[in-house]
């Protein structure tokens, strides 16, 4: 399978990287309730940090994303595991079959080919922003300068008479 394809079912939830168990289910080639039920007989080898169940209003709006007909039809008051990088591993000891063994070791390729392209534009984007706040500084004075100038424009001018009056007397 494509690590593109696998990075495509990467999605972020609470801050952090995320694969649902359907899609896990999917690429292990197991229904999502055999999946679910190998990991409720082993809920000691996923902590909160590992796994979590989506809440109904983050369900809600993963599902107006997703536009899978089967989860689309999922009810919404069950809602899917969320499994991060470290649960993705711990599924490798739950999930035994030879073709679990290899996805999982794509998927967590999948991750850290995702970590490795954050990191390298991480610098980039920092790099970005030091120029963007360099030049709003010289912008933010040439603003200052025009609003000046056009406040100048709208005050109406008292012009003094220059040069030499004739007294009349």
Request: aromatic share 8%.
């Given at each position: 399978?494509?690590?593109q394809h ?132 010289k912008f ?30």
């Amino acid at each position: 399978m494509q690590l593109q394809h696998i990075q495509q079912k990467i999605c972020e939830i609470r801050g952090m990287k995320v694969m649902l168990d359907f899609d896990l289910a999917e690429l292990y080639d197991v229904n999502t309730k055999a999946l679910n039920q190998a990991v409720k007989r082993n809920s000691d080898r996923f902590p909160l940090r590992f796994m979590f169940r989506l809440s109904v209003t983050e369900w809600l709006e993963m599902r107006s994303q997703i536009v899978t007909a089967s989860q689309l039809k999922r009810n919404t008051q069950i809602t899917p595991f969320a499994f991060t990088e470290h649960g993705v591993t711990m599924l490798a000891s739950v999930l035994r079959s030879k073709k679990a063994i290899q996805m999982n070791i794509a998927i967590v390729e999948a991750f850290i080919a995702l970590k490795e392209y954050a990191l390298t534009h991480k610098d980039l984007t920092e790099q970005l922003k030091a120029l963007e706040a360099k030049y709003d500084k010289k912008f933010e004075d040439v603003y200052e300068a025009i609003g000046y100038l056009l406040k100048k424009e709208e005050q109406p001018i008292e012009r003094k008479t220059i040069g030499f009056k004739k007294n009349q007397s």
